[in-house]
């Protein structure tokens, strides 16, 4: 009987914090276009709190980034994962997803100008605190956040998961505003050991506030459960690892209670 009612009280402490996250589909529009964003927060909070920009992969706004806005908002932040490519663009293949990936990094003031009209979305919830932001980008939005960063964004903190540290304009003291945390997989052929160090040299050489963690033996998506199946299909070294995933979670944790306590 004892064990029943455990295994009750714990559902129902499950579906009442399931039932306390709010999450709201965003229709938005950049230089007439129209993208779809993803709010997640805790209603149950009472006031303000920080707010997360989720930055998508190359393949575009999917469930995985809606997974992680929540993850967050679980957390006691209201996160928005924003749309960088537009509504219901999503690549089906790798070719795509470069395709789509450069003509972001192509055409830098527009992504600019799209990031921050999702920005001020998420700053002007009515949940957050517009003083106390972060960006976290996996893979593409990882190296996304990180020239952001390095373009000056007003933002206090940048998490970049298995994202590209590599830049043809490395960042002078005074250009990077944000503390950033990069969790990077140390056998990822996409972020090579080269651009690992010439991202550590540039960060100190800017005397920027960083924390790199490389994890031994994970690829490329190490956070991403399914990515195998994906790396499978196209031949890629993507590849899920469970160690380097929930301890780059339990770093994301600390760097964000750090960043705003």
Not at 41 to 65: A, C, L, N
Request: aromatic residues 12%; charged residues 25%.
């Amino acid at each position: 009987m004892k064990r029943l009612l455990s295994i009750l009280t714990l559902a129902l402490v499950s579906f009442s914090l399931q039932a306390a996250i709010k999450t709201d589909e965003i229709k938005y529009y950049v230089a007439g276009k129209e993208f779809t964003g993803f709010m997640a927060y805790d209603s149950s909070i009472k006031g303000k709190r920080p707010g997360i920009m989720v930055m998508h992969e190359w393949w575009g706004h999917d469930d995985y980034s809606r997974k992680r806005a929540k993850k967050f908002a679980k957390l006691g932040y209201t996160a928005f994962a924003l749309d960088m490519y537009g509504t219901g663009i999503q690549a089906k293949h790798p070719d795509d997803a470069k395709k789509f990936m450069n003509s972001i990094f192509a055409d830098f003031a527009n992504t600019k100008q799209r990031f921050n009209t999702a920005f001020d979305i998420l700053k002007n919830h009515k949940t957050v605190d517009a003083s106390k932001t972060a960006s976290i980008g996996y893979c593409m939005g990882g190296g996304l956040s990180l020239a952001l960063a390095r373009g000056g964004e007003e933002i206090d903190g940048v998490i970049v998961v298995h994202g590209s540290l590599g830049t043809k304009t490395p960042a002078k003291p005074g250009d990077i505003k944000a503390k950033i945390l990069v969790l990077n997989g140390a056998d990822d052929p996409f972020v090579p050991a080269a651009q690992v160090n010439a991202f550590k040299k540039e960060m100190d050489a800017a005397k920027v506030d960083y924390k790199l963690i490389n994890y031994k033996g994970a690829k490329h998506s190490f956070s991403v459960k399914g990515a195998d199946k994906k790396g499978k299909k196209f031949n890629l070294p993507l590849e899920y690892n469970k160690e380097a995933d929930e301890d780059s979670w339990k770093q994301i944790q600390t760097f964000l209670k750090s960043l705003f306590n």
